[in-house]
């Protein structure tokens, strides 16, 4: 009888050893779905951007206290204030504008979302012009720190007076 007990309980250990690592799989399973999947985080925080940039809420919760912000037109505008001030311009230069996220990218393994905008602008007291943009974004901790803007100022330029000879 003694010798059966052995053999049960082995028996019960063996079992319980082969159950062990299948537990700890489904643990570290459990461990990863928890973690937030880079690459779907980016994809939102894009939808994001492009939602926001058509009037759908605060552009300034983008991005992070020490942004840097670069147009083909000038120097880069450094932080929050420098993005307000930037805005502000905008703002005076037009009197509305419609935006097509034509395509957006995104690569996780930097945290960059690159998109290309087809724009209508409505140019304050002038015509409404169509303009082409490309916006790269570099994202760190769910905010942008990092953005340059690529487009033909021309576009937006003032409508030249006619001249007569």
Same mark, same amino acid.
């Given at each position: 009888m003694a010798m059966r007990k052995k053999k049960a309980a082995k028996?019960?250990?063996k079992k319980a050893a082969k159950r062990a690592p299948a537990k700890k799989k489904a643990a570290?399973?459990?461990?990863?779905?928890?973690?937030p999947d880079p690459a779907s985080a980016l994809a939102a925080f894009a939808r994001k951007i492009v939602k926001v940039t058509q009037g759908g809420g605060d552009f300034l919760a983008l991005y992070s206290p020490d942004i840097v912000s670069e147009e083909p037109t000038g120097e880069p505008m450094k932080g929050l204030a420098g993005l307000q001030e930037k805005a502000q311009g905008w703002e005076q230069m037009q009197e509305g504008v419609t935006w097509n996220a034509a395509t957006v990218a995104t690569d996780?393994?930097?945290?960059? $979302?690159? $998109?290309?905008?087809?724009?209508?602008v409505k140019l304050r007291g002038g015509p409404t012009v169509p303009m082409k943009e490309v916006a790269i974004h570099r994202v760190k901790n769910g905010k942008i720190v990092w953005e340059r803007y690529y487009y033909n100022p021309a576009a937006l330029a003032p409508p030249a007076e006619a001249t007569t000879m």
């Open positions: 028996g019960k250990a570290r399973k459990k461990t990863a779905a928890k973690r996780p393994r930097s945290g960059t $979302i690159v $998109i290309e905008w087809d724009c209508q």
